[in-house]
């Protein structure tokens, strides 16, 4: 049996194949390198492939005995998805649509589905737990949410399970140094930090410090990467041995400030951090804290990495090596 993984060359896909393959599973990239990058999948089985092309798709279920399949690939930016919202509904839900139908062909029934802490929206309480509202405020985190959907009437109609896991703030890098953080355009803040450092990147922005937080930037959960890949086996593993659908976040129920993790990067690093305060951007909250309840409970996951030092260091490591 193989583990189909549609965007394995990207960020999270990445480390998450890394892992899979730690754990014994035979694994296939699927990837069309729009923001994945060949070098992080190595020499592990690869596709290359888009999610809009029907006809490889099949081919691929054709070809190969595939018993289960994680889905990473999607735009994934926020902001894009302000500006061009046609673009985000034609792309990231077309292409969970053909992904979905090639399974039921091949009658694979078992997927993981990478999805967000952006499907909740303005946070009612804090942390937040899985039975919160959910109520996006960006078409990128709509998106998701309607995937999501999608999946639990595909699971009433179909018998497809799945368990789609909802990220709040990846980051760091895999610690053997194999993958790590390379988007393009980067607007995640770790990597934005360092990476302007390494004079790779402009003097960092801080948007807004008026939030009501003690330093008045915003809090966010950060989990390390490679905690979220530990996580997706889990789940796998779940569904592999007849658990039913669910939901399940993905954070570790502490926050860490803008201003926090400037002061620890300038810490790991040794070096000082320049910044330039500027206004928030639309739809940033203050706070946005997961529940690890559920994640703990029901797949006896915990995050061993996530540590912010832990996560700066493994991302320096990486940014330093890399570029």
Sequence with gaps: MTILVAGGAGYIGSHTVKELHREGFDVLVFDNFSSGKPELV????CVQGDLLDREALRQVFRTRKIGAVLHFASLIQVGESYADPRKYYAHNLT?????????????VKTLIFSSTAAVYGDPLETPIPETHPTNPVNPYGRTKLMVEEILRDYDRAYGLRSISLRYFNAAGADPDGETGECHDPETHLVPNILLSLLGKRPRLGVFGNDFATPDGTAVRDYIHVTDLAAAHVLALRALLASRPSD????GTESGHSVLEVIEAAEKVTGRAVPYDVGPKREGDVAVLLASREKAEKSLGWKPRLSSLETIIETAWNWHRKAR
């Design 95 to 107: 292409t969970s649509l053909n992904l979905l139908d090639a399974m039921l062909e091949a009658g």
């Design 42 to 45: 190595g020499t592990r089985p």
């Design 247 to 250: 939901v399940i976040n993905l």
